[in-house]
């Protein structure tokens, strides 16, 4: 009988301490399972932005077939507040660019299964010297929640050389208190190696370099960077090589299937800087190719990295969820000559098998080997493939 008095006290205890242990909402919402995808006005627009662009850039997310593809985000960057707080200290949209202001813009763009992101910065202005959040985080993200807002990135200008990781950390819990599920995108540059501290402020992802610009030397100069940060990516915690310029005409198209390639390799968020209302049937098959995306998109539990270089051949690998291998090999360039690339399934870490399946992600073209993967390729090509072990 005691015995019984005893379980009837402990069981409902052991219950209620096993829900607290296990059942604790996680830190932060899972709002970023994946590498975000979307768009960002900055890289091509600047500061030339306004709602009818906004509009237009919702409408061809879904015209152009890339809402389908996965791109869900529409960002918009620096420029779009007024030069002014309003009367009671909140931010404002610039009132000739953004008439109608952003929750009119949440609206649309939701309407069209899409999400809205704004820019701000931790600092007192912007980068472009509009007002910006720093001590003003509870009011500006009760904003950005009341607007409708799904995405804040969050620079690092005019900082006052204050320590990064509380400013950050500020705007993390002002998102939080909101109850809005907002995406916090910290851009800090990797100035005070925001891998270290960004997921555990609230950050989902964190640019890990200063920009981008739309030519080689810039893409593979960050590309460089990302070496050794693939072990803190992790689910709702990725590295940020900063945002795609595919399409922005500066490179050739092998160029762009490159940068496409690798940061879909290395688990970046895909946030296209171009004009998506005007891209030409190339730069579409880059930006929607399903087979690169879908690289991006698995989380086998680590992000791709490079597993060797040799003078101007570069070979980067990511292990895949099935246990299969995505592989890029990169001739980084140099000299007119084509160069020979190759890597063994042993150097993948696949199984021992006698042979192995392969698929060109940029061709499509399956074939099968036994001992090597090789590419003869000229000067900043690269090839794509999944090696699998499975003949299936
Ligand atoms: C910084 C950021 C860029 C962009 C501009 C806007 O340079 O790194 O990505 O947001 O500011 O002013």
């Known amino acids: 009988m005691n015995k019984m008095i005893g379980y009837l006290i402990f069981l409902p205890l052991f219950i209620l301490l096993a829900c607290f242990a296990f059942g604790q909402p996680p830190a932060k919402p899972q709002l970023a399972d994946t590498p975000p995808m ?64 952003i929750k009119a813009l949440s609206d649309y763009v939701h309407a069209k299964g899409l999400k809205l992101g704004v820019y701000s910065s931790a ?32 620079d690092n200008c005019n900082n006052l050389n204050r320590p990064a990781p509380p400013r950050y950390r500020a705007m993390a819990e002002a998102l939080k208190k909101t ?30 370099t200063g920009d981008i610009s739309d030519n080689w030397q810039s893409m593979t100069r960050l ?7 693939e072990k803190y990516s992790k689910q709702n915690a990725w590295n940020d090589p900063d945002m795609l ?16 390639g690798l940061w879909a390799l290395l688990n970046a968020p895909l946030i296209a800087g171009n004009d998506i209302r005007s891209m030409t049937p190339v730069i579409k098959d880059i930006l929607m190719n399903r087979d690169v995306i ?4 698995d989380w086998g539990g680590k992000q791709g990295f490079k597993l060797r270089a040799d ?10 969820s099935d246990g299969s291998r995505a592989v890029i090999l990169l001739n980084r360039g140099g000299s007119d000559e084509p160069v020979s690339i190759a890597v063994t399934p042993q150097e993948l870490g696949l199984p021992n098998v006698s042979k192995y399946r392969v698929k060109n992600l940029w061709t499509k073209e399956t074939k099968t ?13 690269s090839a794509m493939y999944i090696v699998s072990s499975s003949q299936k």
């Open 311 to 320: 003078g101007r051949s570069e070979v980067w690998i990511k292990p895949m």
């Open 38 to 101: 979307g768009w960002n006005s900055w890289k091509k627009f600047g500061c030339k932005i306004d709602e009818i662009l906004i509009r237009e850039t919702a409408d061809a997310f879904v015209s152009s077939g890339m809402r389908d593809a996965g791109y869900v985000y529409v960002n918009i960057d620096d420029c779009w507040m007024a030069k002014e707080r309003d009367a009671q200290g909140d931010l404002q949209p610039d009132p000739v660019r953004f008439p109608n202001g």
């Open 179 to 208: 109850g809005r599920p907002i995406v916090f995108s910290i851009c800090e540059w990797g100035s005070n190696k925001p891998w270290e501290w960004a997921s555990e402020v609230g950050g989902y992802l964190w640019r890990t």
């Open 223 to 229: 590309l460089d960077k990302q070496v050794g940060l």
């Open 294 to 297: 879908a690289v991006d998109q």
């Open 369 to 381: 080997i036994t001992k090597e993967l090789r590419a003869v390729l000229t000067a900043h090509n």
């Open 245 to 260: 310029e595919v399409g922005n005409g500066s490179m050739t198209d092998a160029e762009y299937r490159a940068h496409f």
């Open 123 to 154: 600092g007192t202005k912007t980068c472009e010297g509009l007002p910006a959040s720093l001590d003003h985080e509870d009011a500006d993200a009760r904003k950005f929640a009341e607007w409708g807002v799904d995405y804040l990135k969050y």
